[in-house]
């Protein structure tokens, strides 16, 4: 089962990840029981709770990397782009890293639909990761269905590989709380709530928290290329690894974001969500927007508040297909188009795209191969 990451315009810096939802799918982010290669990460390896907790509290006091002329260059690959030193399951389901909760916060609206919380937490520099990786968190407690202890579940990381606090110490997953409504009681059945991301939103600073990973390379950015359009569509908490990029790309002052910002390559966000105060890191992007109007573009979609052109609800699929021509000639270009989220909005954008495909006189499916061949089509859906 998948899940995701969200954010909130409510904090500009706040973090966002993704959260397994128990009952309805939230997210961007997978779990070990659903992904047969997820057992390839068991170890048997073991090591002492005592080593891990000494190797932390090293790492905690000692002094935070310093960043040469003030900028974010501490973490990277030399060259930048190149990625055959990405980390990959530095640390596996039977000897998890145990990091620490550094701050927890609410930060949807009032109106929003559930509730998502920001979770920062720190493993002091010893789970390094890249823009687009996932964690793993593993729920303290066991499964009442079969009395083993809870399996991990991966949640997509909202930061930068420097964390929103630049010391590469850190980092954000932004978890919505898993609920189920009973019609019954007419609330909400506390017996039937997601283990993990409940566990996450009610965790409270300097609580443990075990951490495995980081994993993933499906949502990477092919860096290589200053000039590469970066096409991104998320649904809710999906949003998730596309913050990683654009605090990456206009944030931070990091050697991509300096050769993005000089070159022609357009970052172009599509976010679906339900109302405003469900939207995601509005703050963020509106800034993002206003310092960089060459490179960066902004599309939202509001189901309950706006409509499409047929006059129904305006979902993410809805405000793609506005764009469908200008998105089918980058894609032919050499555009990176990216997915995350809820599986459903990726039915009505193919057929968009088969459309177009239909109008050139060309076959959509091999168009499709195409793009996959080149590695321009991510997909991270649910």
């Known amino acids: 089962m998948l899940s995701t990451f969200v954010a909130s315009s409510l904090s500009l810096s706040a973090p966002i990840g993704v959260s397994r939802v128990a009952q309805s799918r939230v997210g961007c982010t997978r779990m070990s029981d659903d992904e047969p290669w997820n057992s390839n990460a068991q170890s048997s390896t073991t090591l002492d709770k005592s080593t891990l907790e000494a190797a932390y509290d090293a790492a905690m006091n000692a002094p935070a990397p310093a960043a040469a002329g003030g900028k974010q260059d501490f973490l990277e690959a030399e060259p930048y782009w ?23 916060k609410r930060i949807v609206g009032p109106e929003a639909t559930g509730e998502t919380c920001d979770v920062v937490m720190s493993h002091g520099g010893k789970m390094p990761y890249w823009e687009g990786q996932s964690y793993g968190v593993i729920p303290p407690g066991t499964n009442p269905k079969n009395g083993k202890p809870n399996s991990v579940r991966l949640y997509s990381i909202a ?202 006189g060309l076959k959509w499916e091999d168009k499709l191969t195409q793009w996959k061949k080149a590695g321009q089509w991510h997909v991270e859906v649910y």
């Open 82 to 104: 190149d990625q055959s030193t990405i980390p990959v399951n530095t640390y596996k389901n039977k000897a998890p890293f145990v990091g620490k909760i550094v701050s927890t």
């Open 159 to 360: 930061s930068s590989r420097y964390g929103d606090d630049m010391t590469g110490t850190t980092t954000t997953l932004c978890v919505r709380r898993a609920t189920y409504w009973c019609p019954e009681l007419k609330a909400d059945d506390p017996a039937k709530k997601g283990v993990c991301s409940n566990y996450l939103c009610d965790s409270k600073p300097g609580d443990d928290v075990k951490l495995t990973g980081p994993s993933g390379k499906v949502m990477l950015i092919p860096e290589k290329d200053p000039n590469v359009d970066l096409i991104m569509v998320a649904t809710g908490t999906g949003i998730a690894p596309y913050r990683s990029f654009i605090r990456r790309l206009f944030v931070e002052e990091t050697p991509f974001g300096e050769a993005y910002t000089k070159g022609s390559g357009l970052a172009w966000l599509f976010l679906g969500v339900a109302n405003s105060d469900a939207l995601l890191y509005d703050d963020e992007w509106q800034s993002v927007l206003k310092a960089h109007p060459k490179n960066f573009r902004l599309d939202y979609a509001l189901s309950r508040e706006q409509k499409n052109k047929d006059g129904g609800k305006m979902y993410i699929q809805d405000k793609v297909a506005e764009y469908s021509d200008e998105i089918f000639t980058r894609m032919d270009n050499g555009a990176h188009m990216y997915f995350c989220g809820l599986k459903g909005m990726m039915p009505g954008i193919t057929e968009m795209l088969e459309g177009v495909c239909k109008e050139k």
